[in-house]
């Protein structure tokens, strides 16, 4: 096992799989951008299979709809629950994006931990935390899944452009940031109806957050005006992406956005969407995050220079650009710099055990899992703002997170079978990144879970 070939399992990936970090060091870089083929893996999908985006469009109208005619008659739904029956409507209405969202995020967690491409698998939640939905409003939480199905994994090394489409159209963005119901003042149906108005979230957000970023100079003018240009952007039952334009909803009139005009109308958002994809500081607010994720907190001017370059020479190809950051010699170097978050915690250690995400409790594994993500701060598709999940060290390194990840790392030890070699994990899932100082203390653990909970509290463990 080389040093490369653990950091390339760690840092690139999502920890080690019992055998990975030898697989990996023959060519480290070579097993990294062979797992860029074929597009991203996908999460195994529950009995009777994913709805889809359009599907799911009608379900939650099913939805909203049960939920008008039985409120208030909590009784009938007490009688029901009292007999074991379903509630009204035939499906629990309380419950219908619950389940479907807990379905979704457990099969992707499993992926994770039993994945033989996981530097494909970081690439999906990258891009997922830098286009967040969240479930944190819930009416998105029945789509957040299809969402990162449908719109990233599609993607991840296709072009910027064609993922900046996908999000922008899926249900769950639509949903999030208000926009399915957004309608130009001056629009047929803005003149019909004062109430409805201009929405201005995913104008601003589709700027700010997902291309330009905060510091490019644009201003409230622009704000709105990209908001009018995406008037008429809503839900659709009768499509398959779930996606619908409103004509009647949408601005008239040529819109003016950052000193170029647009024309009304389906052809003229594109348009402004296309040119916000290709524009310079787009490929820089992109390489910062991106070398931020994969190098260190504060990467290194010259690395972000070079990604940025390649975003632009490119096109926005994000499979050149993933290639660029595996090359990047910045990357490589021997001090683990990121700390994990706890989910990539999490599914670190689980990894370490060889889990292959069968039998028959592996259903009530995952929900114990999730929960334990969430006590220790972070639930996928659950962020408290747009900007997403943070992505730095000093959010998820203070004493509470520590400790908490503690005694998670005990429980977990402790339920391991015994004849599990805690030594032979160590070795084998961290390789040269483990360090004598653990093997020392591990070694004088008083018991299995105390050792465990030593390797997963480590410094080379708590970082990639």
């Known amino acids: 096992m080389s040093l490369e070939g653990a950091i390339a399992v760690h840092r690139f990936g999502l920890g080690a799989r019992p055998g990975e970090i030898a697989r990996a060091s023959g060519n480290p870089k070579a097993w990294l951008i062979g797992q860029l083929s074929g597009g991203a893996p996908m999460p195994a999908a529950p009995q009777g299979g994913w709805a889809g985006a359009g599907k799911l469009v009608s379900e939650e109208e099913d939805y909203k709809a049960e939920k008008v005619r039985t409120k ?34 457990g099969a992707r967690l499993a992926l994770g931990i039993t994945t033989d491409r996981p530097f494909a698998e970081r690439l999906v939640r990258f891009w997922s935390n830098h286009f967040t939905v969240s479930g944190a409003k819930k009416k998105t939480l029945l789509f957040v899944g ?11 090394t296709g072009t910027f452009e064609d993922m900046l ?18 309608t130009g003042p001056n629009s047929a149906a803005g003149q019909k109806n004062s109430k409805k108005g201009l929405n201005e979230n995913l104008g601003r957000e589709l700027m700010e957050l997902y291309t330009l970023g905060v510091d490019a100079g644009y201003t409230q003018a622009d704000v709105i005006a990209m908001a009018k240009l995406l008037t ?18 949408h ?30 500081a787009t490929a820089r607010h992109i390489a910062r995050k991106f070398a931020t994720h994969f190098i260190s907190d504060d990467p290194p001017a010259e690395s972000v220079k070079r990604l940025e370059a390649v975003f632009n020479d490119t096109g926005g190809n994000l499979r050149a650009l993933s290639e660029a950051v595996v090359k990047d010699q910045a990357a490589w170097g ?11 915690y999490v599914t670190a250690a689980m990894r370490l055990t060889g889990w292959n995400g069968q039998g ?25 703002s747009p900007k997403g999940w943070p992505d730095t060290a000093d959010a998820w390194n203070g004493s509470d997170g520590l ?62």
């Open 146 to 156: 299809d969402y990162e199905r449908e719109a990233i994994r599609p993607h991840i």
């Open 360 to 384: 028959e409790h592996s259903d009530k594994q995952m929900k114990r899992l999730m929960g334990a993500v969430r006590l220790m701060g972070e639930v996928p598709f659950e962020a408290p």
């Open 72 to 105: 208030g008659d909590k009784i009938a739904r007490k009688d029901a629950k009292s007999k074991g029956e379903p509630l009204p409507g035939g499906k629990d209405a309380g419950n219908l994006r619950k389940q479907t969202f807990n379905d979704e995020m």
């Open 334 to 344: 021997a001090d683990l710099k990121k700390f994990r978050t706890p989910v990539e």
């Open 251 to 280: 601005e008239p009139g040529p819109v003016t956005l950052r000193g170029k005009t647009y024309q009304p109308g389906w052809d003229g958002a594109v348009a402004a969407i296309k040119d916000l994809a290709h524009d310079p």
């Open 165 to 182: 489409f996908a999000v922008c159209m899926h249900p769950a963005m639509q949903i999030y940031l208000d926009n399915w119901h957004s």
């Open 403 to 464: 400790l908490g990840r503690i005694q998670w790392a005990k429980e977990f030890g402790d339920a391991l079978p015994q004849t599990f070699n805690v030594g032979d994990m160590a070795n084998d899932g961290l390789g040269p990144l483990l360090r004598a100082n653990t093997k020392t203390v591990m070694a004088k653990a008083n018991s299995k879970g105390e050792a465990v909970a030593l390797l997963l509290a480590s410094p080379e463990f708590q970082r990639r």
């Open 232 to 249: 008429g952007w809503g839900l659709y039952d009768g499509h398959a992406n779930g996606f619908g334009f409103y004509e009647d909803r």
